[in-house]
Structures are given as structure tokens and as C-alpha cells.
């Protein structure tokens, strides 16, 4: 079993920055990869978008919507996930989760509201 707890969402203009945080706790050494992604409002479960992930060994991959505005990062593989996101939109509104997977079962964290006016 994998914990995940995120952190770090909250209330921006258009333009404006938030960092979101990702702990894992439990059987982490199974985790090859810690990711992130978004559900819109309005949107369903099944409608979750991916954002970025990074993989044990630092490569990090991302959605279009998020190259050179969002940054993930992870100093090891037991620290915190961070997602750094500038110069944020209206339409990056929503909840974002941190997920990862462990053999052939998937966790999600409880998600963390993200909000931007315009």
C-alpha cells in the first residue's frame, strides 16, 4: 500500500504561481514513477487529465498544456514531489491529484483545489 497526501493548492490571478507538494508514505520503494494530474470542474474521474511525472531517475515528461509554464521535481526518491506552476490560466482550474503506481495497482492522492481568476 502507498499513501499520498498533496498540499499546496489555493486561490491565484491569471499569471500567478502556486507550488503543490506530494508525500508518499508505505511501501514506496515500489514506486517507479510519481505523477500528476487534474480533473476540471465539471469533469469526471474518467475525465482526469495528465499533467507531468518524473521517474526515479529524473526524467521528467509532461502534458503540451504544461511545458514551460510547470515544473516537477524530486531531490530523491524518498522526498517530496513538487509541482511548480507559473504564469497559470482560468483553464488550469481544477483538482489536482498526485498518483503513482505500485506493480499493477494504482494510488491517488485525495487531490488539492486549484483555483485562478481572471
Known amino acids: 500500500q502507498v499513501q499520498l497526501v498533496e498540499s499546496g493548492g489555493g486561490s491565484v490571478q491569471d499569471g500567478g504561481s502556486l507550488r503543490l507538494s506530494c508525500t508518499a508514505s508505505?511501501?514506496?520503494?515500489?514506486?517507479?514513477?510519481m505523477r500528476w494530474w487534474r480533473q476540471a470542474p465539471g469533469k469526471g474521474r474518467a475525465e482526469r487529465e495528465f499533467?507531468?511525472?518524473?521517474?526515479?531517475?529524473?526524467?521528467?515528461r509532461y502534458e503540451p498544456f504544461a511545458n514551460g509554464r510547470f515544473t516537477i521535481s524530486q531531490a530523491n526518491a524518498k522526498a517530496p514531489v513538487y509541482l511548480q506552476m507559473d504564469r497559470l490560466k482560468s483553464e488550469d482550474t481544477g483538482v489536482y491529484y498526485c498518483?503513482?503506481?505500485?506493480?499493477?495497482?494504482?494510488?491517488w492522492g485525495q487531490g488539492t483545489q486549484v483555483t485562478v481568476s481572471s
Open positions: 498518483m503513482t503506481r505500485c506493480g499493477d495497482d494504482a494510488y
Open positions: 508505505g511501501l514506496t520503494e515500489c514506486i517507479r514513477e
Open positions: 499533467v507531468a511525472g518524473i521517474t526515479r531517475t529524473g526524467t521528467r
